[in-house]
């Protein structure tokens, strides 16, 4: 196969936002699947090469420095001419949800690693490749996405150190905007405010129930990519998405 | 001709978001033009029209009840039968960069009566119809989108009745958002950060002149036209547009 | 009586925060008390006179241009000497829960008329004369703060005029705050969040009844107080208040 | 020495807001003062002394949760039956001020373990105590206060991971003010947004040079213990604080 011009990535890949997310992205380029375990991957893998795209899955944990290294090393040696069109970072922790005296440090350092150190390591990974993007004149400006939730902006009681990993992912995501956005990348956070509809949480019942009262990954899909699109005279930083029906 | 089934209404039609609104809009549905004047709303009836779409022009004040009332029994009268797809509130009144000291109370009016009190009657008259649109299965959900400014979160210096009216529109939208969102409509504020690249502008230079450092109105208009597409599982209540270079 | 050096005045003066608000200023100031009607300022007025205090009451229609002006005409007739050491507002119109579709035009002038026109007649007012009293050297700065409440930071359902009305007070005090504080006077804005213990409301019960679960008006008036005397280098702008059960 | 009724903790005690926040708590407590260096704290130990108070001084570095333990345990032993009236988190890392690119992981370690870790292992420490505390009617509301930065609501271009910190310790100050504010506890945090004025900084010249143009760290301390005197019907869960100059 010839090296492709330009590709994707998306960390955390299992059955909800990263699996549509990445499969919406393979419609356009070729992605690269990372996720800490094979099972969270190869079903994304299968369903994107038989839609005619091309993928690879790397078994990756974002929290872990070497761990990331070593997948794009094996992006850059599979495809070693490609630039980075999209980087899209949806590696989540899950959380705790207990009063703060029943939290233990590691719960904390859990939540952390995966929001804020992950992501940084994703981001040192894919900036530099996305800066030498724009000088390849891509159709769309080169986007790095992080998902974010209504935990980026409220820390609720009991949600203490969810809380903690999302704001900090939030504060990073900003200053990257503000540092790389005029150097052409278009650095934006997401702020997933409503239950996912994702396969494994279809006997969870969110808003009575209601038809799309839970948000369809393919419609964050369908976000994520028209971030991608957006003309850099218009870049949206921060994006909110939410059920019609959800209370906010 | 046929009563449209769908139609679109955009107030305050002028040379630049308004116009590209419009325009981009007319490629789906029959739009409704209100500016204060003729020569406003009149170049992009024509254009529209030239590119195959259908526009009528109405000469309205969007502060003056009497004239909103007047422009929508107009629209009811020239298509009887239309459902409302999206209505989008654009009007601005200019505003007053001065020291408080130095600013007189018909200032506040201005900016108020078009950005709250416009609001107001906008929205009364386009969300029963909107309603009834839902009920009409729609292709997209019906949208009521509102153009805000960074002054309507942020109350700079010598910016004291352009934030009044915008913080006071955003307060409106919110509610809206709020109240009408769960009954199937989508109502969202955009929060625009930058100059706006229109045609009367051309020699207003901002950061530094370069390339695509004013937001493309084409680009607004594709924002807009992409939160009227929005599965009603992600929908977005505000949206914030800048400029990759812009300092935010 | 010789004229006070310095004075202050409250707009707003009823049973609850403004009449606790002026009897606590009135320790240290002789202070002029705006409301719209005698029966609201009398009591007020005759609490600090028997308290050793001095107070003026003067009806004023807090959102009429006119009367507001008569109302510093009489203080300059009174006090002719006077220094204007704190300025509050705290006039409200009370506001309508409704339905946006059940609100009705003056609903929204009701609102507007009080929280933003009425501030911007008060502020100019207040203004020079607050800035003529940084140069007398006051024990304090000259203070201007006006009275918020969570529709200002928030636009929930049914709350579309009130919202309107209090986002629009809170961005000209924004504004206000960044021109008028490198000059010396200390603008601060106030989230009321809670209910109010006020004698007219001892019935409705919130946060279950609980002791301390309303806001007690002495309360508010201590911060009020604190935020006059904070030092030139450490200024609150936005000060929240609420209630140790409220949910927020 | 009988053991004090009620005791107040600051962790972060140097020459700046901690040393100012622990010698006016001193007035009024018994003060622990917690620093990593004991340079740091003996002399704000020898202040409180010299001025009729008493104090503790413990070396402790706060982002390594068996030396925070060690603190607390010295203080049970030396203060046995005392209650905690007031816990200051004021411990900083400094920071890194970089191109993201020039980052490396030990500088977002640095700065989440000691905003994010410290303060959630000195929590985890003084809630329980200051719940104790509500049981024992103290004069004012048990309180726990963390020192904020602008940082913590603004992700500023090469301040990733000072944001990553303050932001994620921001979202744990205020999940656990939503839980323990209704068992009585004041949590709250400042947002710093100015140069302090400490003895290391006086050659730093900010807002031109002008008088008060940095914050003052006896004004901060005043604030904070305004905090802690605050009725419980009306807490603040966020303080700004700014030099009158500053630009915000």
Known sequence: ???????????????????????????????????????????VADAITKAGGTAIGITTDAADPSSVDAAFARIAQDWPNAKLAAAVYNANAGFAYKSFLDLVPSDLNTSLGTAA??????????????LAAVDAKPQHPPTLIVTGATAAIRGSAKFATFAAGKFAQRGIT?????????????????????GIDTPWGKDRVVNG????????????????????????????????????????
């Open 174 to 194: 900003q200053s990257l905007a503000r540092e790389f956005g005029p150097r052409g990348v278009h650095v934006a956070y997401t702020i997933i405010d409503g």
């Open 209 to 248: 129930g209601v038809a799309d009262g839970k948000i369809s990954p393919e419609a964050i899909a369908e976000n994520y990519w028209y971030l991608h699109t957006q003309h850099r005279s218009a870049f949206t930083q921060e994006l909110d998405l939410r059920p019609f029906v959800e209370k906010f």
């Open 117 to 130: 150190n992950g992501l940084f390591y994703f981001a040192q990974k894919t900036l530099p490749q996305l």
């Open 1 to 43: 196969m010839a090296a492709p011009t330009f590709y994707a990535v998306v960390a955390g890949v299992g059955s909800g936002t990263g699996a549509s997310v990445a499969q919406l992205f393979a419609k356009s380029y070729p992605v690269a699947l990372l996720a800490r375990q094979e099972s969270s991957w190869a079903p």
